[in-house]
T-cell receptor
Framework: EPEVTQTPSHQVTQMGQEVILRCVPI?????FYWYRQILGQKVEFLVS????????KSEIFDDQFSVERPDGSNFTLKIRSTKLEDSAMYFC????????????FGEGSWLTVV | EDQVTQSPEALRLQEGESSSLNCSYT??????LFWYRQDPGKGPEFLFT???AGEEKEKERLKATLTKKESFLHITAPKPEDSATYLC????????????FGPGTSLSVIP
């Protein structure tokens, strides 16, 4: 069964450092997402991406965050200058077609900022 | 403001003891309601999508139903392997992409 794959599974970084989280969405999907889940809290929407541009973003997705699809398979989330409160599980997700259809999630990248 | 609440927060069942999980939502026009299962340290695993009141979907021991304000996930004769957190999420017609998650119900099934 096709799946969303994410790397790394766990990363520890110093506060203020840049982090790039990588994702390979399901191959025929066109809509890509990043969500995050702080330990013990809800899964929160960060950003959606379609046709090489951001289609929607939340208040959390401020100027320190950016997304990119550098080639035909990868989708990345960059955090420019990490803060302690960025520590969370980050989930990449993808969907084949627009609104209402199923979003499939990856296993997550656990980011710890120290 | 669009939001999702789930109850109970945690549920402990004996193996074979059927029960239901509740998801209440407030959304400005529902585009879709989703149920996911999440195991500790893992990503949400898709279970069901429901689109309109009255709709029902089934998969093995799970059945999801939808009304205009709530959705229920019925678990019939659960097994220990059904232990997980069950997440409800909604997408509003006002948002093309964003899915809003509830806090989840943590289910433990005791042998």
């Amino acid at each position: 069964e096709p799946e969303v794959t994410q790397t790394p599974s766990h990363q520890v970084t110093q506060m203020g450092q840049e982090v790039i989280l990588r994702c390979v969405p399901i191959s025929n999907h066109l809509y890509f997402y990043w969500y995050r889940q702080i330990l013990g809290q809800k899964v929160e929407f960060l950003v959606s991406f379609y046709n090489n541009e951001i289609s929607e973003k939340s208040e959390i997705f401020d100027d320190q965050f950016s997304v990119e699809r550098p080639d035909g398979s990868n989708f990345t989330l960059k955090i420019r200058s990490t803060k302690l409160e960025d520590s969370a599980m980050y989930f990449c997700a993808s969907r084949s077609s627009p609104a209402g259809n199923t979003i499939y999630f990856g296993e997550g990248s656990w980011l710890t900022v120290v | 403001e669009d939001q999702v609440t789930q109850s109970p927060e945690a549920l402990r069942l004996q193996e074979g003891e059927s029960s239901s999980l509740n998801c209440s939502y407030t959304v400005s026009g529902l585009r879709g309601l989703f149920w996911y299962r999440q195991d500790p340290g893992k990503g949400p695993e898709f279970l069901f999508t429901l689109y309109s009141a009255g709709e029902e979907k089934e998969k093995e021991r799970l059945k999801a139903t939808l009304t205009k304000k709530e959705s229920f996930l019925h678990i019939t004769a659960p097994k220990p392997e059904d232990s997980a957190t069950y997440l409800c999420a909604v997408q509003a017609k006002t948002s093309y992409d964003k899915v809003i998650f509830g806090p989840g119900t943590s289910l433990s099934v005791i042998p």
